[in-house]
């Protein structure tokens, strides 16, 4: 681990905030940009990138991270971004397929395959695809274990919901080991609440699992990336005990 992350890491149980995107291990598209966010796909076909940040989570801990996400300009663009923490042996080497996938899952959903697992992961998805049970508009959901393929999803209630808007969404997710809940809020509404033992049920007794973020295109496009906002660790005492 480099000293840089080290020091970091050492004061994050309190509290930190982190503004620096030197903290992200890119792969396939993903880069800096000169807004100070950093690229996940360009507007272009057939893309694919992912942002890792260095610094592990630590999942004993609660925390809060938030970001602002931008799905692009086009109404009919893709495929959208995914949020992803994940314990793969590949590490930050780690990366599902493109297209529908979004560089998290796989594209047969029934079979073991190429994708980032054993992970949690949101996504929001700009693209349907029959075969990961889209609905026909955006929508964000809840994923595991590189599977993309959703029964439940959240549109705010719009069968034409619409998140490539040209405009920065407000993200966040919320992760508390004592009441066991992810939260994720877009845009200050709360689109997934899910009761999970993710140290137990997914990460097998890991604690320290790697985040970042994926995205890709297909045949359809649009430019994607991401800026930091705010990362808060808390103590337990100040969790959300009653969400
Ligand atoms: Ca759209
Ligand atoms: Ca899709």
């Known amino acids: 681990m480099k000293p840089f992350f080290k020091l970091v890491f050492s004061i994050s149980f309190t ?41 592990k989570l630590d999942l ?8 602002d996400l931008y799905l692009g300009d086009k109404d009919l663009g893709a495929d ?23 560089g998290y899952g796989r594209f047969n959903p029934f079979r073991p395959g190429n994708s980032i697992d054993p992970s949690v992961a949101v996504e ?10 889209d609905p026909a508009c955006d929508h964000v959901a809840y994923l595991e274990n590189g599977v993309s393929r959703h029964e439940s999803y959240w549109n705010d209630g719009n069968d034409t919901y619409n998140m490539e808007d040209d405009r920065l969404h407000d ?20 689109v997934v609440k899910m009761k999970r033992d993710l140290i137990k049920d997914i990460f097998e007794g890991e604690t320290q699992v790697i985040w970042g973020f ?24 100040g969790s959300d005990r009653n969400g």
Request: some cysteine; proline content about 3%; hydrophobic content about 35%.
């Open 15 to 55: 509290m930190y905030l982190a503004s620096a995107n030197a903290q992200y291990y890119f792969l396939g598209t993903a880069g800096n940009m000169a807004n100070g966010c950093i690229q996940l796909t360009p507007d272009e076909p057939y893309s694919e990138g992912l942002a890792y940040n260095y610094q």
């Open 60 to 67: 004993t801990q609660f925390f809060e991270i938030q970001f």
């Open 80 to 102: 959208g971004i995914t949020f992803v923490i994940h314990n793969d042996v590949r590490g930050y080497e780690a990366f599902g397929q493109w297209g529908e996938c979004m």
């Open 124 to 133: 929001f998805d700009t693209y349907q695809n029959g075969f990961q049970n």
């Open 171 to 190: 993200f966040r997710f919320r992760w508390d080991p004592q009441s066991q809940l992810v939260k994720v809020f877009w845009d200050g509404v709360q």
């Open 214 to 237: 994926t995205a890709s295109t297909g045949r359809a496009h649009n430019l994607q990336y991401f800026c930091l906002r705010r990362m808060v660790y808390l103590p337990t005492v």
